[in-house]
């Protein structure tokens, strides 16, 4: 539910962009996030994750600026400072020796700590990657011609969402050994067992 969530504002911007200009994308943005994120807090208590505020205030200081100073400079540098902004965060965990990644997905894997670290340096790896690519179409290589506005439209509205389907599919095959099956088997074993207990 979280997830398709957050696909919201990217669906609103896709749409507003092709059809009236990055402008209007910065908006749709905006509205989206600032709505997805009014269901995120009544679902969660209240409480947003540190992720969920780095992403709602960047949006709201970015999009904002791009709205009101008519300039979509502040949109196109928007997704490389947020996804710096993670990959900078996974790094430095990892480096202090608190992996973020153990507590998201401790339920999947099973690591040493190494492994931990391991794993949050390659995601962090990746959030950097991120980061260049949409520094590289929105930035580096962009400019007021419809060609390069198009491939940043295309590259921000699913090309990271490809990309990041095929990082974790990869993520997936190489550590299927480290998978966390336990849970599942001790979930198994407690759903047989209830039968036979309930008869005596």
Not at 6 to 25: R, V, W, Y
Not at 59 to 86: E, H, M, Q
Request: charged share 15%; glycine share 4%.
């Amino acid at each position: 539910m979280t997830a398709l969530l957050d696909l919201l504002p990217l669906i609103a911007f896709f749409i507003a962009s092709k059809k009236f200009g990055l402008l209007a994308g910065a908006a749709a943005v905006l509205a989206a996030t600032l709505i997805v994120y009014g269901i995120h807090l009544m679902r969660q208590k209240w409480r947003l994750t540190k992720q969920q505020w780095v992403v709602l205030v960047l949006t709201i200081l970015f999009c904002g600026a791009t709205v009101l100073l008519r300039d979509d400079l502040y949109l196109r540098w928007k997704t490389p400072i947020i996804n710096l902004s993670f990959a900078l965060a996974l790094a430095i965990s990892a480096l202090i020796g608190k992996p973020l990644m153990q507590p998201v997905a401790k339920d999947v894997f099973r690591f040493s700590q190494q492994g931990w670290q391991r794993l949050t340096y390659a995601w962090a790896a990746f959030f950097l990657l991120l980061a260049v690519l949409h520094y590289w179409f929105g930035l580096y290589h962009y400019d007021a011609s419809e060609q390069a506005k198009n491939l940043f439209i295309h590259f921000k509205s699913y090309g990271q969402l490809i990309l990041m389907g095929i990082f974790l599919a990869a993520q997936a095959f190489v550590l299927r050994k480290h998978l966390n099956i336990e849970s599942d088997t001790a979930g198994e074993n407690e759903t047989s067992e209830q039968p036979s207990q309930q008869q005596h």
